[in-house]
């Protein structure tokens, strides 16, 4: 595959990386993860070939996520990654490409440099940012150039972004560090206290998706985990309830609801009645965790809506905004740059 330039937006996730090129839409979306030789530092896997991995490598081989929270931890991890999804994307290209990435709302000016950097080092001929809230608003069909009140929740895989956007631009905004890394870990954390039993990361996501919960079921579900018993040290499978991953989850989700609550305490008036008539907006993968929509609507008293497509808005939001780089000037959390 040869073209002659092809500018694309990434979302670029602490859980996986969505990359949409102009006028093709989505054409990639593989998890994070990137699998390297310590021997010799050489990349052997990227994406869903380097999840597989996650657990089960030996010694030489480690499968890590080179974005934590939303931000990069390993930025050389993280210019090969990009690097790699590009040219998947998009093989070769005569010109380079201008790139915008999503960032979340809260990040400081060092992590946007680090991101421009790694984009820049990746091949990107410019590299705009453009905060999460935004990207997810304008990916699930919001107006966002009109004078009323639209409030988002993007929750991800490192963060939750809550925004409320008017005008174009972010009123009032809080951005923390629990999404779905940090259930994954609740998780792993309620089978060894509870069971005395110790799951990998996979399994706890699996658990997650499967079974769990932040608002009570109507009937209880079950699912068959296996782990290792940590007082036998051997191979055990048991059965585990969602009743039991509401308890498992309770902290982390009412963490969520309260940052929700607060956003909206900050909220003024004329654009807090907006939210009220019209509801608010989840995205995101986390935001398909049974019940979060519940939660959220019990916590504030308002309608909360599941976007279509929710794990693909931000990407699509990012993409959409190559169509207008002038409305993106002025929505762009930092100033656009080129090097």
């Known amino acids: 595959m040869f073209s002659l330039r092809s500018d694309m937006g990434i979302d670029l996730g602490t859980?996986?990386?969505?990359?949409?090129?102009?006028?093709?839409g989505i054409v990639l979306q593989e998890p994070s993860v990137v699998a390297i030789d310590k021997n010799t530092d050489q990349i052997l896997a990227v994406g869903e070939e380097a999840r597989q991995m996650i657990g089960r490598?030996?010694?030489?081989?480690?499968?890590?996520?080179?974005?934590?929270?939303?931000?990069?931890s390993d930025y050389n991890i993280t210019e090969k990654m990009i690097k790699h999804f590009i040219s998947k994307a998009v093989g070769r290209f005569l010109f380079k490409p201008r790139i915008i990435i999503c960032v979340p709302s809260g990040v400081t000016g060092v992590e946007k440099r680090a991101v421009i950097e790694a984009s820049m080092q990746a091949g990107a001929k410019k590299t705009y940012l453009i905060e999460e809230p935004i990207a997810a608003a304008i990916g699930a069909g919001i107006d966002i150039t009109q004078p009323d009140?639209?409030?988002?929740?993007?929750?991800?895989?490192?963060?939750?972004?809550?925004?409320?956007i008017s005008l174009g631009g972010i009123v009032v905004s809080a951005s923390i560090k629990l999404a779905g890394d940090k259930m994954d870990e609740a998780i792993v954390k309620y089978m060894r206290r509870k069971h005395n039993m110790l799951i990998g990361e996979r399994t706890a996501e699996d658990m997650k998706v499967?079974?769990?919960?932040?608002?009570?079921?109507?009937?209880?579900?079950?699912?068959?985990?296996?782990?290792?018993?940590?007082v036998t040290g051997l191979p055990k499978t048991m059965k585990v309830s969602s009743d039991e991953m509401l308890i498992a989850l309770e902290e982390t989700v009412t963490a969520i609801a309260e940052a929700v609550h607060s956003v909206l305490e900050q909220t003024p008036p004329e654009l807090a009645a907006d939210i009220s008539d019209k509801g608010m907006i989840m995205t995101g993968g986390t935001s398909l965790l049974y019940g979060m929509d519940k939660l959220i609507k019990k916590r504030t008293g308002?309608?909360?809506?599941?976007?279509?497509?929710?794990?693909?808005?931000?990407?699509?939001?990012?993409?959409q905004s190559l169509d207008s780089m002038d409305l993106l000037e002025k929505q762009m959390s930092t100033e656009s740059k080129s090097y």
């Open 210 to 230: 499967k079974i769990g919960t932040a608002y009570p079921r109507e009937k209880e579900i079950t699912m068959d985990i296996r782990g290792r018993d940590l």
């Open 15 to 24: 859980a996986s990386v969505l990359v949409y090129v102009k006028n093709k």
């Open 302 to 319: 308002i309608d909360v809506l599941i976007a279509e497509e929710a794990i693909s808005c931000v990407a699509k939001g990012t993409g």
């Open 149 to 164: 009140g639209n409030m988002v929740i993007d929750m991800g895989g490192g963060t939750t972004d809550i925004a409320v």
């Open 57 to 72: 490598t030996p010694g030489n081989i480690i499968a890590i996520r080179p974005l934590k929270d939303g931000v990069i």
